[in-house]
């Protein structure tokens, strides 16, 4: 693996909080809660009063999914957008003018200011927008939706099967069912450490782990040494 880990900054959460999404951007964390607060490093910034269960920001905003509901803040914390599902919407990821979204058969596209479109049916624990391709998460496997096409890109050797990935040049992070963190590409994967969620953004890796002595997000800068 020819990259290493240098810790930036760590974040102290209290046990009364527990986090189920993270986002970075722009040097902030933000922090979607189970208790309906959406923070962005130690501080509020919206109180909702429903669970956040996954969060992203583009230009539109802070998308910030709850059950059955998208709903998107600016800057200032002012709701801008409120969309209602009639069926349970499990993942957002923003893109450049909107977000995907997995229901419990499909993913569809929501632009900014037009309906919603699905763009392809089934069911993934999490998808990922990068480099103007549609990357997929199976139980084993990454593959990616182009030109109206699935094709498997690379097999998981991972103990359980994956909940959660994120792609950083040509490897991908990705979360097994057993808090373990793993990073793969075409030729191997390889277990880093143990975490309860995690994001990448460029090439910063933020981690969120419940410890003994405590909750904390850590931040780290993604060292590369050389080419493997």
Known sequence: MPFGFLPIYSIYLPDTLSPLSLHFDNGRVYIGTAEGIIMVNNNEFVRINNPVISICKSKAGIWALTPYKIRVFNDDGKEVINLKFSENVKILRCAQKGVYATTEKDIVYIPVSSAPKTILNGEFPDILWSDDT???????????????????????????????????????????????????????????????????????????????????????????????
């Open 134 to 228: 549609l990357y997929l998460l199976s139980d084993y496997e990454i593959k990616f939706f182009y030109n109206g096409n699935v094709k498997t890109l690379l097999n998981l050797y991972i103990n359980t099967s994956a909940i959660r990935f994120e792609k950083f040049d040509k490897w991908f992070f990705v979360l097994d069912g057993d808090n373990w963190l793993w990073v793969a590409d075409k030729r191997k994967t390889t277990k880093i450490t143990t975490a309860d969620n995690f994001t990448t953004k460029g090439d910063t890796l933020i981690l969120f782990r419940r410890e003994n002595f405590g909750n904390f997000i850590y931040v780290f800068k993604i060292l590369r040494y050389g080419e493997d």
